[in-house]
């Protein structure tokens, strides 16, 4: 079976420190992983996957296949950032998430 | 770009009644829809895959006679909830896959998955 675990329901950091939202996952093959953000009253949208390898918005995530993780990071956060985020993992043709990770970005 | 679209976006609805949910990809044609449903402060959990011209597969403890998937054309899915009791008050959303430029199969990689806004199904 395949699945994603986001250790923090809720995160809180100060505007311009370091963020970083955890997600491991665990699946008996080669993973697809993505972050997708919800910003209030807005649809899911995707944020970035592991394989292009982007930044967008200053978000980073890597693929630690030792560790199974998919961290998101950003090292200066912005209000703008607080949204509700998903680890996402593909494979045998479905889309399995996380629970989620409600950041707020404090002024 | 891609939007998907869902009508309608809340419904109230009283026991025993059926409603029903359209999910619509307004600019590309999508031969695969996903269906979830999410409870409050709680993450999305896949209910079934629709596919365009042949039966949803459903996810394990999902009930296919309860959520009725129809996937006519390639650019509208339903779903229909049955019977409805206050149980199936949640948030339902889909999502429709895109064909990008990768090589199709089994990768994600070369699809995009886009998401409708959600449909807030109430039952009293």
């Known amino acids: 079976a395949q699945r994603v675990t986001q250790p923090e329901k809720l995160l809180s950091v100060f505007k311009g420190a370091p963020v970083e939202l955890k997600c491991n996952y665990s699946?008996?093959?080669?993973?697809?992983l993505f972050w997708y953000v919800q910003y209030s009253r807005q649809r899911l949208q995707l944020l970035l996957r592991h394989i292009s390898r982007e930044s967008i918005k200053g978000f980073t995530a890597d693929l630690n296949k030792g560790e199974t993780s998919f961290h998101l990071k950003k090292p200066f956060a912005q209000e703008e950032d607080s949204a509700m985020y998903y680890c996402?993992?593909?494979?045998?043709?479905?889309?399995?998430f996380g629970s989620g990770t409600q950041l707020t970005v404090l002024p | 770009g891609a939007v998907v679209s869902q009508h309608p976006s809340w419904v109230i609805c009283k026991s025993g009644t059926s409603v029903k949910i359209e999910c619509r990809s307004l600019d590309f044609q999508a031969t695969t829809m996903f269906w979830y449903r999410q409870f409050p402060k709680q993450s999305l959990m896949l209910m079934a895959t629709s596919n365009e011209g042949s039966k949803a597969t459903y996810e394990q403890g999902v009930e296919k006679d309860k959520f009725l998937i129809n996937h006519a054309s390639l650019t509208l899915s339903t779903l229909t909830v049955t019977s409805a009791h206050p149980e199936d008050s949640s948030f339902y959303i889909c999502?429709?896959?895109?064909?990008?430029?990768?090589?199709?199969?089994?990768?994600?990689?070369?699809?995009?998955?886009?998401f409708g806004p959600g449909t807030r199904l109430t039952v009293t």
């Open positions: 996402a993992l593909y494979g045998r043709r479905q889309l399995t």
């Open positions: 699946y008996s093959g080669s993973p697809e």
């Open positions: 999502s429709a896959v895109k064909p990008g430029q990768g090589a199709a199969g089994d990768s994600l990689s070369g699809y995009e998955q886009y």
